[in-house]
């Protein structure tokens, strides 16, 4: 058992994470006939909690109820990562983004989440909620209004060559070009 939690701890080689998801869009199409994407769960579930006297969530969802199962199994696949795959000590960083790290006040780069940002001591700090509350609106307003989030129009738009998905990703990356360059470095100063 010890030797299976190594095995997942560890990032899995390009070459195999890989293919495993590009396989994921074919048989998604080909067994269900239905598109991969995440962030249409949401608009799922609130149709299910009865908010039908919205236009919007006026629908059957039951036809969309294989993604929400999809998106409880993250959900759970976290909580068993949370409790039982060992957070790394050490995680390959560049020297230099170290640096970067400690001048904007993150000195702790061990584990996979800065312990100044993310731990619940934090949750007062404007900082924080900046970057949860900000952060958290863009990405949901962002994927709807794009029609779609990074996973559906990376993985499935793109595998499906739409147009639309092509322009999409390339938004989703100068965005997070923006914010990684300009955006993240002025919250850290806060």
């Known amino acids: 058992m010890q030797e299976l939690l190594n095995f997942l701890s560890n990032p899995w080689p390009w070459y195999v994470s890989g293919p495993l998801i590009g396989l994921m869009i074919p048989t998604l199409l080909l067994v269900i006939n239905k598109n991969f994407g995440v ?11 009865g908010l039908k006297k919205i236009s919007f969530f006026d629908y059957n969802w039951k036809d969309y109820s294989w993604s929400l199962f999809f998106v409880l199994g993250i959900f759970i ?4 990562v949370a409790f039982f795959i ?7 960083l560049s020297e230099n983004f170290i640096v970067w790290l400690q001048e904007h006040g993150l000195n702790n780069t061990n584990g996979f989440l800065p312990q100044e940002i993310f731990c619940f001591e934090q949750l007062s700090s404007l900082r924080t909620l900046i970057i949860l509350i900000g952060g958290g609106f863009l990405i949901g307003f962002g994927s709807r209004y794009a029609g779609g989030c990074t996973s559906g129009h990376a993985i499935m738009g793109l595998s499906q060559l ?5 322009i999409a990703v390339i938004g989703f990356f100068i965005g997070g070009l923006i914010v990684s360059w300009f955006i993240l470095p002025l919250v850290l100063s806060l």
């Open 86 to 92: 060992p957070n790394p000590n050490n995680i390959d």
């Open 77 to 80: 696949s976290g909580i068993i």
């Open 162 to 166: 739409s147009l639309g998905s092509l």
């Open 39 to 49: 962030s249409s769960s949401y608009k799922h579930m609130c149709a299910a909690f």
